[in-house]
C-alpha cells in the first residue's frame, strides 16, 4: 500500500487490478469515492470475440467451472457446437486477461411463437470474473445482432440472480410461457 498525500493505492496483483480510494482534505466529508480499474495495460484488456465453429481457447476451465457451479449449460453448448452449429444465430466469448470469463448464445426461440423470436441462451461467467460487466458486455452483443432481425427476445433466468440480471438490461417477467424473461426489440430496418 502506498500513501501519496490523501489517497491510497492498493494494487492487487493476482488480478492486475487497481483500487484507489481518495479521501478529501475536508475532515468531515460527505463521501469517500472508491474506484475499481481492470484496465491495466496487457493484464485485463478485455475482448470480446465471435464464436464461428469451433470452442474458444479456455473453453475447458470455463467449463469445468460451471460444473463446479452447479450449471450445465457449457457442456450442452459443446455439444451443440459440434452436432449443430447452425442452430447458432451468433455465439460470443469474452476474455479479461487472456483467460476466457464468459460465453452467451441465442437461437431460435424452440417454443412456439406467432412471431420471429430468438432465444439468448448458453449464457455462463465464470466465478472469478463476475461482476465485471462480462455478461453484460455479450448480452449487448447479442441484441445488437438481434436488432431488426426479430421482434422479440426471450431468456430463461435460471435463477433470482439472473433474473435481476436480464430486467435490469432491459427484460421483463413473464409468466406461462416457456420462458421467464422477453424484451420487445426496436425495428431498426429502416436506419441499416
Known amino acids: ?3 501519496d498525500g490523501f489517497r491510497f493505492r492498493l494494487r492487487l496483483s493476482s488480478y492486475g487490478g487497481q483500487v484507489t480510494l481518495a479521501v478529501p482534505r475536508d475532515p468531515y466529508p460527505a463521501k469517500a469515492v472508491l474506484t475499481v480499474s481492470d484496465k491495466v495495460p496487457g ?3 478485455p475482448r470480446l470475440e465471435r464464436i464461428v465453429d469451433k470452442l474458444p481457447a479456455g473453453f475447458a476451465d470455463l467449463e469445468a467451472d460451471a460444473m463446479a ?3 450445465r449449460q457449457m ?3 459443446a455439444a451443440e457446437l459440434t452436432e449443430t452449429p447452425a442452430i447458432f444465430h451468433a455465439a460470443y466469448a469474452y476474455y479479461l486477461g487472456g483467460r476466457l470469463a464468459g460465453i452467451g448464445a441465442m437461437t431460435d426461440e424452440p417454443a412456439p411463437t406467432g412471431q420471429p423470436t430468438w432465444r439468448m441462451r448458453r449464457f455462463y461467467v465464470h466465478r472469478e470474473f463476475r461482476r465485471r460487466n462480462v ?3 455479450i448480452a449487448m452483443a447479442l441484441l445488437h445482432d438481434a436488432a431488426g432481425s426479430v421482434s422479440t427476445m426471450t431468456v430463461h433466468a435460471g435463477d433470482q440472480a439472473a433474473a435481476q440480471f436480464w430486467e435490469a ?3 421483463s417477467r413473464v409468466v406461462g410461457l416457456a420462458w421467464s424473461h422477453q424484451r420487445t426489440m ?3 430496418t429502416a436506419s441499416r
Open 1 to 3: 500500500m502506498k500513501f
Open 43 to 45: 493484464v485485463m484488456d
Open 69 to 71: 457451479d452447479g450449471h
Open 75 to 77: 457442456t450442452r453448448l
Open 135 to 137: 455478461a453484460y458486455a
Open 169 to 171: 438490461i432491459g427484460f
Open 186 to 188: 426496436l425495428d431498426t
